[in-house]
């Protein structure tokens, strides 16, 4: 279990990474194109580990609208690329988990029949409130620096 764990931090850490790299390649040539050189680059990575793996079959046909994944992705890169370089990383990293607590917990909640308890609600609050006092924390240092 604890690998788990370590993995998922690692790939937080991984994404938030990923998004300030693609900021800085948003600000340069815009949010889709730097989402589109982002999946492409994407693409080959995972061409090159299907192929290592031989992994190339494809037997089960999932539904349909499994595939909205994808469209969520690029959607996800793109708009995270055009917000990152304006929001700060700390704040759109904050924004992004914040959004998928209260969409899990609303996921949850849909699909599992898993009413939210106070525990689930006081996380997400506490998400809330890294976001209020790193902002307040934000506007304080700017108003040291007019000053």
Same mark, same amino acid.
């Given at each position: 279990?604890? $690998?788990? &764990?370590? @993995? +998922?931090? %690692?790939?937080?850490?991984?994404? =938030?990474? *990923? ?5 800085? #390649? ?19 990575? $995972?061409? &090159?580990? @299907? +192929?290592? %793996?031989?992994?190339?079959?494809? =037997?089960? *046909? ?5 595939? #909205? ?79």
């Amino acid at each position: 279990m604890i $690998l788990y &764990v370590l @993995l +998922a931090f %690692l790939n937080g850490a991984v994404i =938030g990474t *990923s998004r300030a790299i693609n900021g800085r #390649l948003s600000a340069t040539i815009g949010p889709f194109r730097a989402s589109l050189w982002n999946h492409v680059v994407g693409f080959l990575l $995972l061409t &090159v580990i @299907l +192929a290592a %793996l031989g992994q190339w079959e494809f =037997g089960s *046909s999932p539904p349909l609208a499994a595939y #909205l994944g994808g469209f969520f992705g690029a959607l996800f890169v793109a708009v995270s690329s055009y917000v990152f370089p304006r929001l700060g990383a700390m704040n759109a990293a904050l924004m992004v988990i914040s959004g998928q607590m209260i969409s899990a917990v609303l996921i949850d909640w849909q699909s599992k029949g898993m009413t939210p308890n106070g525990l689930r609600c006081l996380g997400v609050v506490i998400v809330l409130l890294g976001i209020y006092l790193s902002r307040l924390s934000q506007s304080h240092r700017e108003k040291e620096k007019v000053q």
